[in-house]
């Protein structure tokens, strides 16, 4: 499985647009990258998952470059809601198999 | 569509008695999976079922540690005798298929003293 790295925390403000990248330097040609977010006192949520060059849906976009050794999950225009711990998890594909690591801390202030 | 749900939501035991969590899947889910989320240790998987049969358990800590699927809609989690270290919340997770994303309820917070 991919080993990934990525931020303990980040700050930013309401109205900014959210840069969190994922390193994950021994990517495996089979493996898709995935983003989940966890707000306080709740599970993990999807947000989204994609294989190579760009992935958006009505929450994020991720960022993929052709050699696949990292990713950005862009968040546009972050709300004070938007504060939550975000995990990148590299794998082939089986859920189960799928590690959570430490994920990166945001805080989005006034 | 409910979600996942997860019962009870908080639990304070002592410790040497059993425990039971219960996790009701999103319907037409063949996946379910049981973690366990902890300060230092993050998000770890313990157990995971595909329709209804348990897959993969090699994160169970210890024969303390029991979870059954008897039926689609429904798994429990037990834990016997239950000791401190095992506080912790626990999350139950559905998934369509396999591959598909995971489904997160909402946990159970178990303090053991």
């Known amino acids: 499985l991919a080993k990934t790295t990525q931020p303990i925390s980040m700050d930013s403000y309401e109205g900014q647009e959210v840069n969190i990248t994922c390193s994950h330097n021994?990517?495996?040609?089979?493996?898709?990258i995935t983003w989940y977010q966890q707000f306080p006192s709740q599970g993990p949520r999807f947000i989204i998952q994609g294989y190579k060059t760009k992935v958006t849906n009505e929450v994020a976009s991720l960022f993929i470059p052709a050699d696949r050794k990292s990713s950005t999950l862009s968040l546009p225009r972050v709300s004070l809601s938007d504060t939550a711990v975000y995990y990148c998890l590299v794998g082939e594909g089986s859920s189960y198999k799928l590690i959570f690591g430490s994920g990166t801390r945001l805080l989005v202030r006034p | 569509d409910a979600g996942v749900i997860q019962s009870p939501r908080h639990e304070v035991t002592e410790m040497g008695q059993e425990v039971t969590l219960r996790c009701k899947p999103i319907s037409g889910h063949n996946s379910l999976f049981w973690y366990r989320q902890t300060m230092m240790r993050g998000l770890e998987l313990l157990i995971y079922?595909?329709?209804?049969?348990?897959?993969?358990d090699s994160g169970m800590p210890e024969d303390r540690f029991s979870a059954k699927m008897p039926n689609a809609s429904f798994s429990t989690l037990k834990i016997q005798p239950s000791e401190p270290r095992d506080s912790a919340v626990y999350f139950c997770?559905?998934?369509?298929?396999?591959?598909?994303?995971?489904?997160f309820g909402n946990g159970t917070r178990l303090t053991v003293t």
């Open positions: 079922f595909n329709n209804n049969v348990p897959i993969d």
């Open positions: 021994n990517i495996a040609t089979n493996d898709y």
């Open positions: 997770a559905s998934s369509l298929e396999e591959n598909s994303p995971l489904h």
